[in-house]
């Protein structure tokens, strides 16, 4: 339905992200749950990467769980300019909700979250799609203008 953040395997590059640690019985239900979701609907392949917590206290990196993108996906939409990634963002939903509010409550994300992170990637699709957006909403007083 739409654009998502997509990690594609690269073994010198970086992501900044969350990780969330599930127990007990949440790992069972969660396993499947993202499995179905990401393996199996998705497309994506699974790895363990070395995630290192932000957190001083943190000795060492702890294994996380990611889902990487393949080409293979029926839905892969693969590369483009930051404007065309923009203009499908702005007509794409999917049942979490739009993709604009995805990518602005990404973009907010990093900027708070990871402010040492420069995601030029994406803070350039987020300034295309708000170039966009004035062209798309209009109104019968900046008709007369125009």
Known sequence: ???VVTLLEDCGACT???AYEVRGEQISASLEYLNM???VLGGYDTKLVKFHPQEKDAEEPILALVYIA????PSYLGPASEE???AQIIVSSGCAGHNIEYLLRLADFMRYFCPQAED??????EEALISILPCLYYTEESLEET
Do not use: C, M, Y
């Open 1 to 3: 339905p739409g654009r």
């Open 16 to 18: 900044w992200g969350v």
């Open 37 to 39: 979701r990401e393996a």
């Open 70 to 73: 393949t080409p293979q996906n």
């Open 84 to 86: 065309d990634i923009a």
């Open 120 to 125: 030029k990637h994406l803070f350039s699709i």
